[in-house]
């Protein structure tokens, strides 16, 4: 795993690196490898935020929006990267619905612009820099549609995205895959299932449980809480993008799932119980659940199979569920300032989104 990270002075280009996956990254990245400077692109959005990072010499933030091609373009001569961990989208579900727009600008054209200068950037560079260069794009599983009770998703597995979200997300994966197929571009490739841990903006599900409950407020499982999601914790798919950007095979992309698999109706009494232990109150937070309109188009199930990079790269999820739900509910708790401010420079205090 270390070959390309052992190199000297290596130059890391994060994009995205302000947000929940990304900032958990740069973090990994500063932390681990002494040797790299990264470079952490950002357009610092509503859920962007830079206090995990904190203060690091070798951290260099470029507040740019991969949807301007001449600051993408200035912004990778800048960073003269030998790696490339693209991150940067726009990913909640329901925002889709709401302003498909952002979600073409961000996720399509931002990695368009970015693809192109990346090549010319990569074609430019010396022989031997070029040999370890690798353009890593960070994927989502929705791309693959819904299941069926029986089966799971693979590197094999047709696309049949079904939101505006995933649809925006497969098409930058064919972007990146045509870039590597017509101009020889090295890249990588993953899917991920649903993440979760500490420092993700309180939008996603098991942020807003907790805070709901925490303020008395109802807890909202849409339609019947039903469908099924394959929760990976965060710092187990941190591990995965460093085996993958290290030692996967160019041109090929891996699967990673944390073998998670629950109910949004298991997952949210999962999320109350752990809280009945960890803050206890007269009675169960789970008394605050209420069943709302569900939303358009919901994916009834997803699953990843991980046998890929189980086998290739010898990676392996460390945190159950059970074991990743303790260690958020407990960040949560403990964070709850950080919480209250992210919120309000977003202006979202966890109203519903994405109805028609």
């Known amino acids: 795993m270390t070959n390309l990270l052992a190199n000297k002075c290596l130059r890391v280009l994060v994009t995205g690196g302000a947000g929940f996956i990304g900032s958990t990254l740069v973090r990994r990245l500063l932390s681990q490898y002494n040797n790299c400077q990264v470079y952490n692109l950002d357009k610092y959005g509503y859920a962007s935020d830079l206090s995990s990072i904190g203060n690091n010499p070798n951290h260099f933030f470029l507040k740019v929006d991969l949807a301007n091609s001449v600051d993408t373009f200035d912004a990778v001569r800048y960073a003269d990267p030998d790696l490339v961990m693209h991150l940067a989208a726009e990913t909640h579900v329901d925002r889709s619905i709401d302003a498909p727009t952002d979600f073409i600008q961000s996720n399509v054209i931002g990695t368009f612009n970015l693809l192109e200068a990346i090549r010319l950037h990569w074609k430019q560079l010396s022989a031997e820099r070029q040999k370890c260069f690798r353009f890593h794009h960070i994927s989502t599983d929705e791309v693959f549609g819904s299941l069926s009770p029986d089966a799971r998703f693979s590197e094999l597995t047709a696309y049949d995205p079904r939101s505006p979200y995933s649809a925006t997300k497969a098409a930058s994966d064919h972007l990146v895959r045509s870039w590597y197929h017509t101009y020889g571009l090295p890249i990588v490739l993953t899917n991920c299932s649903n993440n979760y841990g500490p420092w993700q903006f309180p939008e996603k599900l098991i942020p807003v449980v ?7 407020k109802q807890i909202p499982i849409y339609g019947d809480g039903s469908q099924i999601r394959d929760w990976l ?15 996967g095979i160019i041109g090929e992309t891996y699967c990673i799932g944390g073998f998670g698999e629950k109910t949004n109706y298991e997952l949210v009494h999962s999320i109350c119980h752990e809280l009945d232990k960890q803050r206890p109150t007269s009675t169960s937070y789970s008394k605050l659940i209420t069943y709302t309109a569900d939303r358009p188009g919901h994916d009834q199930r997803y699953s990843i199979d991980p046998t890929k990079i189980i086998h290739n790269l010898k990676w392996q999820p460390q945190y159950s569920l059970d ?4 260690l958020t509910v407990a960040w949560y708790l403990k964070n709850l300032t950080w919480c209250n401010r992210v919120k309000k420079r977003s202006s979202y205090y966890g109203e519903r989104l994405g109805l028609l």
């Not at 907790?210 to 008395?216: G, V």
């Not at 914790?233 to 030692?247: G, K, W």
């Not at 074991?323 to 303790?326: K, M, P, S």
């Open 323 to 326: 074991e990743g739900l303790a």
């Open 233 to 247: 914790f965060v710092e187990d798919h941190i591990e995965a993008l460093l085996q993958v950007i290290t030692s």
């Open 210 to 216: 907790i805070l709901n409950a925490l303020e008395n």
